[in-house]
């Protein structure tokens, strides 16, 4: 057995705290204050061909006439953005260029008509569509749509719509329909188009909407109308088969649902002629954001592509940010453009005003380029999934009750912990479970979760996020979730390709204390009938701690932590005996890494140098990783950019 050693990595930065920032606001190309209540909806952007781009938005929001659309140039590719022009009687709308010329195709305003315009100079002027000659293309119904894409096949110009009918209520009395004309022909024209039937949506199926379709070319050279859904799991699409001639739209079976991540949102696909990929960007749902309403949940852009429109993969997430309820990059509009996507977005994130009114109400139009779009890849297996640790009864009460709350750096008041899964492409065998701190007041997954996934499924190594219930009142809870956590992974070892004898702990701050508690043995088995995962070994076979809590004595401990976790500022001498982790470690406590900064004001370093001595004192393999910048939680990985190589090699030994 290699002997125990101390490290002291003493580094010297002036950078000092730097949050780590899951995701970006882009290139602002407008701004509206959520106290003005005009909100930003129906982001679009069309190229021209000497290379300047074009974006439009319209307003909605009870500040708005449900009517005006604004059109931006940029002539240096989206890096400053000039207003060009105001349309009045313009709403939902898609800009494409074609024939020489830029186009905007929507509706007259909310449940308007529908109608096209044309711009001969690159939209500061346009057409005004005031007849079925000059761009009125329906003048009676009201019709619904987004910036959906328009498709050239077959000598046709192809678009997908919706009417409402009978004329009231979101959703439910949507009518998908596809339009064409022939390309030669003048668009402006009402004349020249030709539409479908109008298709409704059968409430009998799972859902209770379709909208926002998209006509697509398959592979086989056929045409279908990919629908958003407005379904419950949030991750279906609804395909409808469209005839050759354009007069027809159908279902080709009972089920014409497929499985789409991030359906319950608008979303573009289009085709890659280069590879004949087809991508969409869609606001797929992260397992940290599950359990709300996913028609809502837009914090999250995922890049997702399939060959045959039937089976898709999430090929990268691209735009994050952790805060569900008032931040979003939604509707977005993409092109290709060489190896990159450029794309706008309807955008709802903090502005030094108040921010966003909420995530649906956007308060930007922004831009963002994504380089090298083809080559993105998550190193996941499958989509990652969210499974419950107790999925019938659930031992241990601790009176919590109604939805979680999210905000800041994660969850509280959880009453349904859950087990999320993260499985690499090419797995080695070793399997880690991340435990998020929070002071077992909160469940801080926004920064000690994701970021540190990418990393281990890179090295092959299986991640599981635990997101555990918090004591309230009941000390054993935290305990017996991870203790089950542990369990769960075990049992389904040959299932996730995991050796049962590699599965670790990785423990933040409170999370620390936690896995210390489990690398220990602590706690009492968990009550109930017993089954087959149960009878697995509830303690990890390695550990590693950032800047945890440790102890539960008055000189060094976290006093939010103790009590929230004992219920009481003045434990018991036998309740500090048993929760101060560095009492308990034996000769059978796992090869421990701990990683802390001197200048730590949160959770004293003092806390790692005394569970780092108590591991010495036993014999187990263990390193303490010592920085003299970094202060508490994440601002320890950003300061300090040796650590990961570092965690790295010694996770290449367990």
């Known amino acids: 057995m290699n002997r125990p050693h101390l490290i002291f990595a003493y580094v010297i930065l002036s950078l000092g705290f730097t949050p780590v920032v899951l995701g970006e606001l882009g290139v602002v190309i407008d701004h509206s204050a959520a106290s003005t209540k005009r ?36 002539k240096d590719k989206g890096e400053t953005w000039e207003r060009i ?11 494409f260029f074609s024939k020489g010329a830029l186009w905007i195709m929507g509706t007259t305003r909310e449940y308007g008509s529908a109608i096209i315009r044309r711009s001969d100079d690159g939209g500061r002027t346009w057409t005004i569509p005031d007849s079925l000659a000059s761009g009125l293309l329906f003048d009676s119904g009201e019709y619904h749509t987004a910036p959906m894409p328009v498709i050239f096949h077959k000598g ?40 479908t039937n109008r298709l409704r949506f059968d409430q009998d199926d799972p859902g209770r909407a379709w909208l926002e379709g998209n006509v697509v070319v398959e592979p086989n050279g056929g045409l279908v109308n990919i629908l958003r859904v407005a379904h419950e799991d949030g991750g279906k699409a609804a395909v409808l088969s469209v005839s050759r001639n354009g007069k027809s739209i159908r279902k080709d079976s009972k089920d014409p649902f497929i499985g789409f991540p991030g359906g319950a949102k608008k979303f573009s696909i289009r085709k890659d002629e280069r590879t004949g990929k087809y991508f969409a960007l869609t606001n797929w749902i992260h397992p940290f954001d599950a359990g709300g309403d996913p028609s809502h949940t837009r914090n999250t852009v995922g890049l997702i592509s399939s060959r045959n429109l039937k089976d898709w993969k999430l090929d990268s997430v691209v735009l994050r940010d952790p805060d569900v309820a008032k931040t979003a990059h939604q509707y977005i509009d993409w092109l290709i453009e060489g190896e990159d996507i450029v794309l706008v977005s309807r955008t709802a994130y903090p502005d030094g005003l108040g921010g966003a009114h909420r995530a649906h109400d956007a308060n930007y139009m922004t831009f963002h380029r994504i380089e090298g779009f083809r080559s993105l890849s998550t ?23 109604g939805p979680e709350a999210r905000g800041g750096c994660g969850i509280s008041n959880i009453s ?50 635990l997101k555990y219930r918090l004591p ?29 004898s590699k599965v670790g702990v990785w423990g933040f701050s409170a999370g620390g204390h936690l896995s210390s508690l489990l690398s220990n043995g602590v706690g009492r088995p968990y009550p109930g009938s017993k089954d087959s995962i149960s009878e697995e070994s509830p303690v990890p076979n390695f550990s590693i701690l950032f800047y945890p809590v440790i102890s539960m004595g008055d000189s060094i401990v976290h006093r939010g932590s103790r009590l929230r976790l004992l219920g009481n500022d003045e434990p018991s001498d036998a309740d500090i005996a048993e929760f101060s982790t560095e009492k308990r470690v034996t000769g059978q406590t796992p090869p421990t890494y701990l990683i802390h900064c001197e200048d730590d004001k949160v959770v004293p370093i003092e806390n790692s140098k005394v569970y780092f001595e108590s591991l010495q004192a036993a014999s187990v393999e263990s390193e303490l990783h010592i920085y003299e910048k970094g202060g508490h939680g994440i601002g320890a990985m950003n300061t300090n950019s040796e650590w990961e190589s570092q965690l790295n090699a010694w996770l290449a030994r367990r």
């Open 39 to 74: 909100y930003i909806g129906s982001p679009s952007l069309a190229v021209l061909p000497e290379g300047s781009y074009v974006a439009s938005h319209d307003f909605f929001g009870p500040g708005s006439e449900y009517s005006n659309t604004v059109v931006f140039s940029s």
């Open 85 to 95: 022009a105001e349309l009045k009687g313009q709403f939902w709308s898609s800009l």
């Open 156 to 195: 046709r110009i192809w678009r997908a719509m919706e009417d409402r009918n009978p004329p009231e209520k979101w959703g439910v009395n949507f009518r998908a329909f596809v339009m064409s004309a022939p390309i030669e022909s003048d668009w402006l024209n009402a004349e020249s188009w030709t539409s």
């Open 379 to 401: 190193s996941y297996r499958s989509l990652p999934e969210s499974m419950p640790i107790w999925p019938k009864s659930m031992p241990g009460e601790n009176g919590v009750e």
């Open 416 to 465: 349904k912990p859950t087990l999320n899964i993260f499985l690499p492409k090419k797995p080695n065998g070793k399997a880690v479970l991340i435990v998020p701190g929070g002071g077992y007041g909160s469940v801080c997954v926004n920064v000690e979760g994701t970021p540190q996934i990418g990393g281990l499924l890179e090295q092959g190594i299986a991640a599981f996020v």
């Open 472 to 500: 309230n009142g009941n000390r054993d809870v935290p305990m017996w979730d991870g203790m089950r956590a542990l369990q769960m992974i075990r049992a389904n070892s040959e299932r996730w390709q995991i050796d049962p």
